[in-house]
Nanobody, 115 residues
């Protein structure tokens, strides 16, 4: 079973930056499809950014130009760089690593953006 461990998050003022990292277990990390999701209070979980094994990315419209997802396969790690944070970005952020039937989720970390 895949193990996924996140780090990052915290409290930041609007306009600030944060970076999440997420390490997934396994010897075939380079073929994993990776993603970050978030869930704000009272809302459903939504996709923030996705990065597949070919290096193709897609982003939620609300974060385009502000967030960047990238990976370091040598470290089995995916990152989410978040710039120009807004109060609307306040949510619990989850990392996801997926390959065929393998589907691993991080425990979630809270980001709070104050205005």
């Amino acid at each position: 079973q895949m193990q996924v461990a996140e780090s990052g998050g915290g409290l930041v003022q609007a306009g600030g930056s944060l970076r999440f990292s997420c390490r997934a277990s396994g010897r075939i990390f380079n073929v994993y499809n990776l993603a970050w999701y978030r869930q704000a209070p009272g809302n459903e979980r939504e996709l923030v950014a996705r990065l597949n094994s070919r290096g193709e990315t897609n982003y939620a419209d609300s974060v385009k130009g502000r967030f960047t997802i990238f990976r370091d396969d040598a470290k089995n790690t995916v990152y989410l760089q978040m710039n120009m944070l807004e109060p609307e970005d306040t949510a619990v952020y989850y990392c996801n690593a997926k390959f065929k039937a393998i589907d691993g989720w991080g425990e979630g970390n809270l980001v709070t953006v104050s205005s």
